[in-house]
């Protein structure tokens, strides 16, 4: 711990005069008296635990390697009831209003009459589905499974830096980090209070039973997985089976009479609920991409008569379009008539054409996004970037300025990681995962990524980055 | 609601018993067979090899010595029938139902998968083969001794049983079928190796004494219905999942099945050592292979594989 040398941002542990804040103080004694070669030792333990579960993921792209296990690292972060009490409480506002503003711009479209925002931008975002026009949705809940991701930036405020209201993923490193620490460091747990995440598998199928169309007291819930070749099918694996329910594949079910069955060892069996795992565009092959084999024919026509629930919906991720980001603090105010509790990170749209000439000028300091793209892909950062990368960035801006926005480059907070023998700061986010049915549930933690390479400011699992264990504390202590 | 599986699921449970067992089998015949070669003369060693691989159904295997055998069946992942390859198999199974196994039977199947692709191991088999042989079989047993002791007696349990019970039956006929061949004169040593493929030769010892000749050899690993690696033992144990899976799925098509493990129990209840060796051994084999064929296919046409009809 003596040797740590935090950079010039916020960081968790220390305070700007190198003093452990209070609520680290435990950690800070527990890993000094610990010594480094036990560190080791409970590090390769955990290592071995990681193995043997077969905590996997798949990285895209690498033929030999397709899985493997998803880094780590095994100093906790830990946050304070009060800041917890304050992330919470802006998420549940956030998915209340996003919510909202999809069942509108899917019906009557009164935040366009109204002029909040452009009819351009919902119009010609990818992932506004005209298919879902008029589609009265189960108990009109459009998102029920989030994963949003905060920042911290140097003021020490957090930020959302995205909502993700696809099919968000990472929550299963969460629940097996936990399990890995509990048996790591069993001491360090009893220096605190740290809230329990156990419950997430129960929430979520709580969660997904309420949003039933049916009548009967047990409706029959699904996960609905690619495939064991998909990036997050441990992912997929595990919550099924926390939740008791069938992991189902496409070629598992079949619909018939808009009546989605299961093939099962006893005949076929009615589907309620489906937790699909599976993008839009693959889900059925009739309404979208005809040539998707991993979806079911006829889906999205049971779907549209109420005859299945879908988690989540259909086309909501026209409100996580980067570009439509920019607005939510707008839509917020719009539905809910109050101020947001997460204030959004700074984020220029560049169809307006004095924010683009602004960015174009400044790109060596700015962060310029793909707004389609997820897990870290189609980026530039600025400073990190050489001039070559910038002047292919400002073409590809100036052709199509619709498919980017620019953000400040955030300066992440950082955390102490154990990397070889010794504990360094990297930068970190925080994905909390919030669902939505009959209420809101949010499990106290979420999943901290960490960008693993001296430097990184990018926590994606794709782009060599790793995650750590969440504490969030059950009472300040004073 | 919890007794639904997934037509798919039970494909990967059933495949999951098969390459278990058959890892199983494998590594212990390798060890067997390779550790009583050691005492034997140039001649009968080649055919004691030529024997080893008709067992393990690999006749056709281009090997230079035992040495070179053993390597092949037991870790050449290009090999689909070495231990190392049935253990990535079951082991693949496995993940794809990973929510409906026990994460005990899990997290061993991949350790052991994790153990056979190591150097770690490849060098224990190139210094230690008996010390190699020891741990593959002892983790392996201890996957069956997950799966009886973490794992309700529901589907997936009787469809993971019904793999496991007729691959053994199927690996004991060729087994049985490849050493009581008459094609070569045999001797004590083979019929111990005989014995011990099966792990049998303590229990022989304790039931019919220490002479060892083929009518015993039939009484014991052919008709005996207490053993666990006798061919009526595990047509009973078949018989029993199958009659489970049937009820428990409320299956109504099952009575032709029923009806052949039905008889072919009966061929064994009835049987005598004598008759068999007196007869047609070759023929019996062949029709109980069949027989076992035509009930791996029914039970895909009743749970697995089945045509929707509305």
Redesign the interface.
């Known amino acids: 711990m003596n040797s740590y040398v935090p950079e010039k941002t916020y960081d968790e542990m220390f305070d700007p005069q190198g003093q452990a804040r209070p609520h680290y103080a435990s950690l800070q004694n527990f890993f000094g008296e610990l010594g480094a070669e036990e560190l080791q030792r409970r590090r390769r333990a955990a290592d071995l635990s990681f193995?043997?579960?077969?905590v996997t993921f798949t990285v895209y792209g690498h033929e030999d390697s397709t899985e493997k296990v998803f880094p780590y690292d095994i100093v906790p972060r830990i946050i304070t009831a009060r800041e917890w009490n304050q992330i919470e409480e802006g998420l549940k506002q956030r998915i209340t209003a996003l919510n909202l503003f999809l069942s509108d711009i899917y019906h009557v479209g009164k935040i366009i009459k109204d002029k909040v925002l452009p009819a351009h931008l919902i119009y010609s975002c990818r992932h506004y589905l005209r298919q879902m026009r008029g589609v009265k949705v189960p108990k009109n809940v459009y998102v029920s499974i989030v994963g949003t991701d905060l920042v911290r930036a140097d003021d020490g405020q957090f930020y959302v830096l995205e909502d993700n209201l696809r099919v968000p993923s990472g929550v299963s490193y969460m629940l097996a980090n936990r399990k890995v620490m509990r048996e790591t460091f069993p001491t360090l747990f009893s220096k605190y209070e740290v809230r329990s995440v156990d419950s997430y598998s129960q929430a979520l199928l709580m969660t997904l039973r309420s949003l039933s169309n049916l009548h009967h007291a047990?409706p029959?819930v699904v996960v609905l997985t690619p495939g064991?070749y998909n990036s997050a099918y441990?992912e997929h694996?595990?919550l099924?089976?926390e939740m008791?329910v069938?992991?189902?594949?496409g070629?598992?079910l079949?619909v018939?009479d808009n009546v989605v069955y299961?093939?099962?060892?006893?005949g076929?069996?009615r589907v309620d609920v489906i937790y699909r795992r599976l993008d839009d565009d693959f889900i059925d092959p009739l309404a979208f991409r005809p040539d998707s084999a991993l979806g079911v024919p006829g889906l999205f026509n049971a779907y549209r008569h109420g005859k299945v629930t879908l988690a989540n919906s259909i086309g909501t991720g026209v409100a996580d379009d980067k570009a439509l980001y920019a607005y939510v603090p707008q839509i917020i105010k719009y539905y809910l008539k109050q101020d947001p509790i997460l204030p959004n990170v700074q984020t220029y749209i560049l169809t307006d054409p004095k924010q683009r000439e602004h960015v174009l000028a400044n790109i060596d300091k700015l962060v310029i996004k793909a707004v389609g793209e997820s897990g870290g892909y189609g980026m530039l950062i600025g400073p990190h970037s050489t001039k070559k990368e910038q002047e292919e960035m400002a073409a590809a801006v100036r052709k199509e300025p619709r498919n980017f926005i620019a953000q400040p480059t955030l300066d992440l907070s950082q955390a102490p990681c154990q990397i070889g023998e010794s504990l360094v700061p990297r930068r970190i986010d925080l994905r909390p995962y919030v669902l939505y049915g009959e209420k809101i549930r949010i499990v106290p933690g979420g999943l901290t990524r960490v960008a693993l390479k001296e430097g990184s400011l990018v926590v994606n699992s794709s782009q060599g980055g790793g995650s750590k264990d969440t504490w969030v504390l059950a009472e300040d202590k004073q | 609601?919890?007794?639904?599986?997934?037509?798919?699921?039970?494909d990967h449970l059933y495949w999951f018993g098969r390459y278990v067992e058959r890892a199983e089998h494998t590594a212990r015949v390798l060890n067997v067979q390779a550790h009583l070669a050691l005492e034997e003369s140039t001649e009968r060693r080649k055919r004691k090899l030529a024997d080893m691989l008709k067992a393990l159904r690999q006749p056709d295997l281009e090997v230079k010595d035992f040495e070179d055998a053993a390597y092949q069946m037991a870790l050449d992942p290009q090999n689909f029938a070495s231990v190392r390859s049935c253990v990535r198999m079951a082991r693949e199974n496995a993940?794809?139902v990973?929510?409906?196994i026990s994460?005990e039977m899990?997290?061993q199947i991949?350790?052991i998968h994790?153990s056979v692709s190591s150097s770690e191991q490849a060098e224990l088999f190139q210094n230690r083969p008996n010390q190699f042989y020891y741990e593959v079989l002892t983790e392996l047993h201890l996957v069956s001794g997950l799966t009886d002791s973490t794992v309700s007696r529901d589907?997936a349990w009787h469809f993971v049983q019904v793999g496991r019970w007729l691959e053994r039956s199927g690996l004991l006929v060729t087994l049985l079928e490849t050493y009581l061949q008459e094609s070569w004169e045999k001797n004590y040593l083979d019929w111990l190796g005989l014995l011990k493929c099966a792990t049998a030769f303590e229990a022989f010892r304790k039931t019919l004494g220490v002479e060892l000749n083929p009518i015993k050899l039939i009484d014991f690993l052919m008709l005996n219905d207490r053993f666990p690696h006798a061919l009526h033992f595990s047509l009973l144990q078949l018989r029993r999942a199958l009659s489970e899976?049937a009820s428990e799925?409320?299956?109504r098509k099952s009575k032709e099945l029923d009806r052949l493990v039905g008889k072919m129990h009966h061929d064994l209840e009835y049987a005598r050592a004598e008759e068999i060796l007196g007869g047609d051994l070759l023929e019996f084999f062949n029709r109980y292979r069949q027989d076992l064929m035509a009930v791996h296919s029914m039970v895909y046409g009743l749970?697995?594989s089945?045509e929707?009809e509305?």
């Open positions: 193995l043997h579960q077969g047990e029959t064991i441990y694996a595990l099924a089976r008791g069938q992991l189902v594949e070629r598992d079949l018939h299961m093939k099962t060892t006893s076929l069996r | 609601m919890n007794n639904t599986m997934l037509s798919r699921v039970a993940r794809q990973r929510e409906r994460s899990w997290t991949n350790r994790l589907q899976l799925t409320e299956n749970y697995i089945w929707v509305f």
